[in-house]
């Protein structure tokens, strides 16, 4: 289909809340999904959130078998979730760098909780509900951020954790 600009950071559509999918299983939605992986695989990403191509809808996709992003992740399944809710299923959390497709060069040491279950819908309307933990739970809860409005650097505890990737981790080669 088509590679789609990311928005950035300091742009204001990605911290208004998205909007529930309420038409399922039409063609522009499966354009829509099509844009999103093609422009997530050639950012080198491993999700994608609706708002950050400026479409503001509840609508994230997620997946990956390697990362060079994040090279020592475990795989992600190829998730598409519409009208996500995301529950803790426990109260602990852990820190762990993230990065951002809207946030580039960037990384910074986020809290997350550790396991979590997810429920919504498949874009043909079929609901999902899965119980994830590790990278997995990090990327679903980053994603559905973006549907309300939130960046990851919005959720970093402590700024000196905060900085251009290719200083924090020059063997990445790359930010």
């Known amino acids: 289909m088509a590679v789609r600009p990311i928005l950035k950071m300091g742009d204001p559509r990605l911290l208004v809340p998205a909007e529930p999918v309420t038409a399922f299983d039409t ?31 509840q609508l994230v996709i997620m997946g990956f078998e390697r990362s060079e992003r994040y090279p020592d992740a475990a795989p992600v399944p ?37 396991r979590v279950r997810y429920t919504g819908f498949t874009p043909r309307g079929e609901p999902v509900d899965r119980a994830v933990g590790g990278f997995h739970a990090r990327v679903v809860q980053h994603e559905c951020d973006h549907l309300q409005g939130v960046l990851y650097p919005m959720r970093i505890r402590d700024m000196t954790r905060f900085g251009f990737t290719e200083v924090l981790f020059p063997q990445l080669g790359r930010p």
């Open 27 to 57: 063609p522009e939605l499966h354009a829509l999904i099509a844009d999103m992986f093609d422009t997530m695989q050639a950012a080198g990403g491993v999700g994608l959130a609706a708002p950050q191509i400026g479409v503001g809808l």
């Open 78 to 114: 190829q998730t598409i979730l519409l009208n996500p809710v995301v529950t803790p299923l426990t109260d602990e959390m852990e820190d762990g760098w993230e990065g951002c497709l809207s946030v580039p060069g960037m990384r910074g040491l986020v809290p997350r909780y550790t």
